[in-house]
């Protein structure tokens, strides 16, 4: 379903942000279509939390650029279109309900009052709480309250369902969805928690090392990879089996006599595996997100060249 | 209406799940013709997945003939899979439940039963596989072999 002539919500360009430690972000290319919601995954200090306040402008990139719908993020134009939710969910907490969406309305320059007061009843939560007493769950729910009054078109979540409990998440990506469906907004979302990130992202942008490791349409990826299992091959270099030239193992281990690999083929057919010594599948989104994520281990970015690459 | 469950570990696609849920409450008559499916809204909002899931499910039922989507209506029930020997209240599913309520008092546990039905089933039913069947149910009808000529004129 690549659709060539489909916009781009948010396009990164030899992007790189330097720190005093290092660099966070460097020479990360991609596209995220828009319409679509996607998964940002990577190891802690991998940059998705520099990639978000890039998006939004809050940081500004020390190389190459990065556009909202073809905007600068620090544009008035780019500004109106997204909407950001930071890990830390950050609301006044001697606010009332009340009056933290009058700051929002005050703040905002397009503003669906409506909207905001559907989210927080559909919650239950008195606008007359103060935003202190209320719990996490409740507070993720008036932060998103926020974020969908300002009617975005491009929306950023930076780990939403940290600190909720399973009911409550599912709950908040209801809420979440249910906008989707209802106006097609185009969504990124880092989370830690791969499982559920299965059943809702349709696209993929895995960071490691400060650049990008792996992005693409989900189900593509997944059909793109192999699961390889099978008896270990005890006369080749691990185990694996001949015949693999130009495939790009993306892991590969031995347990006893047992090797299980990943393979990256594209879709072409692999001659070495078609024998029925191996047992061969497509890997799920979960699967193939871990496989990355393990092969590329902590390290510092500023240290490693062949991160970039 | 129908309320969908997802279930995350099966390994089962989404959108295969609800699809299969549908049919199920078809057969069930719990759906009926002319009732409308829940929204591709509705249904994110209570499962927390992909709104694009739920339309390819729901694509999928329409390619069956089972659902017609109305324009800025929704999608609809087309017709039923309901078997009225199996309703609620039926000969048949009434002997069930009671023979149900035998094997669970006899100690055996859902899997159990599930895997004595499945096997009984497969028995009377043919299947993929075609395996250990005491009674093999009657040969369904097979294409004639194509004639020794037909098979020269190809080679």
């Not at chain 1, 320059?109 to 239950?124: I, K, M």
């Not at chain 1, 270990?232 to 691990?238: H, I, L, Q």
């Not at chain 2, 699809?19 to 078809?26: D, E, N, T």
Request: aromatic content about 4%; glycine content about 8%; proline content about 7%.
């Amino acid at each position: 379903m690549t659709d060539p002539i489909a916009a781009t919500a948010l396009r990164a360009t030899r992007l790189g942000r330097r720190f005093r430690k290092g660099w966070a972000l460097r020479d990360c290319g991609f596209d995220l279509p828009a319409g679509r919601i996607t998964a940002l995954v990577g190891p802690n200090g991998a940059g998705k939390s520099t990639l978000f306040h890039l998006a939004t402008g809050l940081l500004r990139p020390t190389e190459g650029e990065i556009r909202v719908f073809g905007a600068d993020p620090v544009t008035a134009e780019a500004r109106d279109r997204t909407a950001f939710l930071s890990q830390d969910k950050p609301l006044y907490t001697g606010f009332t309900v009340a009056e933290t969406l009058r700051f929002g309305r005050e703040l905002n320059r397009s503003w669906d009052a409506a909207t905001a007061e559907r989210v927080v009843r559909a919650g239950n939560i008195p606008l007359d709480a103060r935003v202190g007493t209320l719990s996490q769950g409740q507070r993720t729910r008036i932060a998103l309250a926020l974020a969908f009054a300002k009617r975005p078109d491009l929306l950023l979540l930076d780990e939403p369902l940290a600190d909720l409990d399973p009911l409550v998440r599912i709950e908040v990506m209801g809420l979440v969805m249910a906008e989707v469906a209802d106006r097609g907004i185009t969504v990124v979302m880092s989370s830690h928690v791969l499982s559920e990130l299965e059943n809702v992202c349709d696209h993929v942008l895995l960071l490691a090392h400060g650049g990008v490791r792996l992005q693409g349409d989900a189900q593509q990826l997944c059909e793109d990879h192999l699961r390889l299992t099978g008896l270990a091959d005890p006369s080749r270099k691990g185990g694996l089996p001949s015949g693999l030239d130009g495939v790009d193992v993306v892991e590969s281990s031995v347990t006893g006599r047992q090797l299980t690999a990943l393979l990256r083929t594209d879709g072409r057919p692999v001659d070495a595996c078609a024998d029925d010594r191996w047992v061969t599948d497509i890997p799920s989104l979960e699967d193939l997100l871990l496989a990355y994520l393990r092969s590329a281990p902590a390290a510092t970015p500023s240290s490693d060249k062949e991160a970039a690459a | 209406m129908i309320v969908f469950r997802i279930d995350r570990r099966s390994g089962v696609a989404t959108y295969l799940q609800l699809a299969h849920q549908v049919r199920q409450a078809l057969r069930l008559g719990v759906l009926k013709p002319g009732d409308r499916l829940p929204t591709a809204k509705d249904v994110v909002e209570a499962t927390a997945i992909n709104p694009n899931t739920v339309l390819k499910a729901y694509r999928e039922l329409e390619r069956e003939g089972l659902v017609e989507p109305r324009p800025g209506q929704g999608t609809f029930v087309r017709r039923s899979l309901a078997r009225p020997e199996a309703a609620v209240g039926s000969p048949l599913r009434t002997e069930l439940t009671e023979w149900v309520v035998r094997a669970r008092d006899a100690g055996l546990e859902r899997a159990d039963i599930a895997a004595l039905t499945d096997a009984v089933l497969d028995e009377w039913f043919s299947s993929t596989q075609v395996s250990k069947q005491v009674k093999p149910p009657p040969e369904p009808s097979l294409p004639p072999h194509p004639s020794p000529q037909s098979m020269e004129e190809d080679t």
